[in-house]
């Protein structure tokens, strides 16, 4: 019978346009699938790097408070945050969605013990109010900085990543802790 098929033309074109239609429905059923993991690929990369971004911006700008010039040139807290997006701004609109936090103590332990999570640092969404501090602290003070940014889910699904909003979104932080140099005392960042 098959050899049957493949001698008469008519029936072999036939079969011929049945098979490329199966490939049809083959694909439909398994595209939606396919665009859907290489999307959750790409957005994931994408905040990846968005975080890497914030994290090498943050360490960055801390360096003006590690070494003194943040309390020398009188850095306040907005100007702090210009440093942290003039570097971040490659990837996110940093002005308004940014959340700059930093605090000193004399001592790791009792920095560690006042330092909050990062997740409560920036906007609350309905819950407790977010911390906010700047404090650049004096000489050979311990400091934190830790810098904040809400990341937007755009492929559906990706929800089950979320860390905040009800887990629509995605609290990206970038942080930084270390002791302050031995500057010249008598000057503040506030």
Do not use: H
């Not at 971004?53 to 009188?74: D, F, I, K, M, P």
């Amino acid at each position: 019978m098959l050899k049957r098929l493949m001698r008469n033309p008519v029936t072999r074109t036939s079969f011929v346009a049945d098979d490329e239609a199966a490939t049809a429905v083959e694909f439909a059923m398994v595209a939606p699938v396919f665009f859907l993991v290489l999307g959750g690929i790409i957005e994931t990369g994408l905040m990846l790097f968005t975080e890497y971004v914030l994290q090498s911006s943050v360490q960055e700008a801390a360096r003006q408070v590690r070494t003194g010039q943040a309390q020398s040139g009188s850095l306040n807290a907005a100007a702090f945050k210009e440093q942290v997006c003039d570097l971040a701004s490659v990837v996110i609109d940093c002005s308004s969605d940014v959340t700059v936090y930093v605090r000193s103590e004399t001592s790791f332990a009792t920095l560690q013990s006042q330092v909050p999570s990062f997740l409560s640092v920036g906007a609350s969404y309905g819950g407790s109010p977010s911390v906010t501090s700047y404090d650049c602290g004096a000489p050979s003070e311990a400091v934190a900085v830790i810098a904040t940014y809400d990341w937007d889910f755009v492929v559906p699904g990706m929800s089950a990543f979320g860390n905040i909003d009800s887990d629509n979104k995605r609290r990206l932080a970038g942080f930084a802790m270390f002791r302050n140099e031995p500057f010249p005392a008598g000057t503040n960042c506030s």
